[in-house]
């Protein structure tokens, strides 16, 4: 796992690409009373964002209705809900940590993240993730089955391509958890 992400300013504007998409389709998509969306974007205080970059990840993408008012989020892959760390710090920090060794607490201090914060995240993969409807939904299509005492690392691993692509790929994967709860078909 390449944590060097972390330092590149270009797998930063990757992301930002994304989100800049997944807010478009969200855009054309209008509100489900039929209403215009106009941008109504969140403001963030990004941790563990380069300082080359963090004008760019300041504000969540997001919409509202000119009609009913709803607001309308759109997924990203930026951020992971409303942690404030940004969605690539959650994923290889908890990659790292997931050997409880030495390594976490240098990653620890490279990112900024206390130790009880990491330990958190992993206890999230251990206990919340796997309840998702998007895990449940989707853990049949991973043969032989992901080891989920080793998530996000065992997840990052069946995802192919180089570092940047892997990681790219599952950050695209676990979008839908960034809005509100989902409905998904059966994963059966």
Not at 116 to 124: E, G, K, P, Y
Not at 144 to 171: H, K, Q, T
Request: glycine share 6%; aromatic share 10%.
């Amino acid at each position: 796992m390449c944590h060097a992400l972390l330092q590149s300013p270009n797998f930063f504007r990757l992301l930002l690409r994304i989100d800049e998409e997944l807010a478009s389709e969200t855009h054309a998509a209008g509100c489900r009373c039929g209403g215009v969306l106009h941008r109504a974007n969140y403001p963030r205080k990004p941790r563990a964002c380069l300082s080359e970059v963090r004008g760019d990840f300041e504000s969540r993408f997001s919409f509202c209705c000119h009609r009913c008012r709803r607001r309308t989020t759109s997924m990203s892959v930026r951020f992971l809900g409303r942690r404030v760390y940004l969605a690539l710090a959650v994923v290889l920090g908890s990659a790292r940590h997931a050997g409880q060794n030495p390594a976490a607490t240098r990653l620890s201090g490279t990112l900024n993240v206390p130790l009880l914060t990491l330990r958190r995240w992993r206890h999230w993969w251990q206990g919340e993730f796997p309840q998702t409807s998007l895990w449940q939904a989707t853990c049949a299509r991973f043969m032989p089955p992901v080891v989920s005492d080793l998530f996000p690392a065992s997840l990052l691993e069946r995802f192919s391509g180089n570092a940047e692509e892997a990681l790219m790929r599952l950050l695209v994967f676990l979008s839908p958890l960034t809005v509100r709860p989902i409905d998904l078909p059966e994963g059966r």
